[in-house]
């Protein structure tokens, strides 16, 4: 189900095909894979340091958790307005329906959300795109396994496109809108399924998908209307003078460059950035060369109409102090389109995926505490 690279190039070692590890791995196989690497990363951080407390302190999530119990209060005095709601909205219908905490509402959503991306991933692009994607990626792992929107948005996204291939469009929109007031910029596959069913003038699905966007979209801003007097108050957060120009997005790669020159990091995290940098651009080269990665895209129109803009937004984002150090985090949810694209160099073998699933679960886990603490905490728990 995987795309070649471009021809006369030259593929990566692989096992013999008849080699049981060069078997394309089954759905039970990736979702046990995404089992192990959890316990493996929550195991090693727990091992540490107190989990919970980390969670706490895990990006965004005190802020998503303020939120949820405001919203599930209904009193937001005081509350800052930044992130968009979509994920705290799920956190505190989850707490009221079972008693849970918002902390553990959170967890509850990261965990089933990263497994059913991953479980979605599958019958989208195969075994082999679903391995590697649910591996290859520090801030995946740490967003899944310690909290944050990215689980939920992916989820949520990669349902829509499965929706748009069995073309159960009302669905693939109410996915997809979903997906917008949880990251905004799930708005690309929202706006991409009304302009295919335009391109196919297909109106009786055209007419009720719209309603569906606009519906979501309504619900979702009337409380930030009435209660901080603005129904886009989570679009208007995002503002900052940071931004050259005061735009969102601005020239390629210029706050990358200068969000690495102003703003110092350990070589690690710069090894890592642009180590993600560089591959997805390489992926872009491919897909504009790759006569068979164009067929992909004229048969899949929702997903390029997606990833497009996606990928311009990913090298144009107009804030230094985000733009580089998190563009692995910003990269999740285009990263089947990056194996795609790579797929000739990508190893078709199970055993690369295990050991390499255990090896970074480790170190995403490292990354999550910080590797300049992982060794004094070492001795810490030896002593």
């Known amino acids: 189900m995987t795309i070649a690279l471009a021809e006369g190039l030259s593929a990566a070692p692989s096992p013999p095909p008849n080699s049981k590890w060069g078997a394309e791995p089954s759905l039970r196989e990736i979702l046990a894979l995404w089992l192990v690497t959890c316990l493996v990363f929550v195991a090693g951080v727990a091992v540490l340091r107190n989990y919970l407390a980390l969670v706490d302190n895990s990006g965004d999530c005190s802020a998503y958790m303020a939120v949820a119990s405001a919203i599930r209060h209904w009193n937001f005095h005081g509350l800052m307005v930044k992130q968009f709601w979509g994920l705290p909205y799920a956190m505190a219908g989850l707490s009221c329906l079972t008693g ?22 599958y019958p989208l692009w195969g075994g082999w795109v679903a391995g590697f994607f649910a591996i290859l990626n520090f801030d995946w792992m740490q967003r899944s396994y310690l909290g944050g929107s990215e689980p939920l948005f992916v989820a949520l996204l990669f349902g829509a496109f499965l929706a748009v291939r069995k073309e159960r469009w009302w669905l693939a929109s109410l996915l997809a809108s979903l997906a917008t007031v949880v990251r905004p910029l799930g708005i690309f596959a929202l706006l991409g399924i009304g302009l295919v069913l335009l391109w196919k003038r297909d ?6 998908a719209v309603g569906i966007g606009l519906a979501i979209g309504i619900l979702y801003m009337l409380p930030l209307a009435k209660q901080f007097g603005d129904p886009l108050a ?5 503002h900052s003078p940071e931004w050259q120009g005061g735009w969102l997005f601005g020239f390629p790669f210029y706050a ?5 020159l102003t703003e110092p990091a350990p070589w690690t995290n710069l090894v890592l950035s642009f180590g993600w940098i560089l591959l997805v651009l390489i992926a872009i080269v491919v897909m504009i060369r790759s006569t068979r990665f164009r067929e992909y895209a004229r048969s899949h129109p929702v997903e390029m109409l997606f990833l497009i803009p996606y990928l311009w937004c990913l090298y144009t984002y107009n804030y230094p102090h985000w733009a580089r150090g998190n563009f692995a985090r910003f990269a999740i949810p285009i990263l089947p389109f ?22 970074m679960s480790v170190l995403a886990g490292a990354s999550a505490l910080g590797v300049a603490n992982v060794r004094s905490l070492i001795r810490l728990a030896v002593g």
């Not at 109106?203 to 009720?208: E, G, N």
């Not at 990358?256 to 690495?260: A, E, R, S």
């Not at 795609?340 to 255990?358: C, E």
């Open 234 to 238: 989570t679009v208007s957060s995002y």
């Open 338 to 359: 990056v194996l795609i694209a790579l797929d000739r160099w990508v190893p078709k073998d199970r055993r690369v995926l295990w050991v390499l699933g255990v090896v």
């Open 100 to 121: 849970v905490s918002d902390r553990t509402a959170l967890l509850l959503i990261c965990l089933a959300s990263s497994l059913a991306s991953v479980a979605i991933a």
């Open 256 to 260: 990358i460059v200068k969000g690495t």
């Open 203 to 208: 109106y009786r699905r055209l007419v009720p």
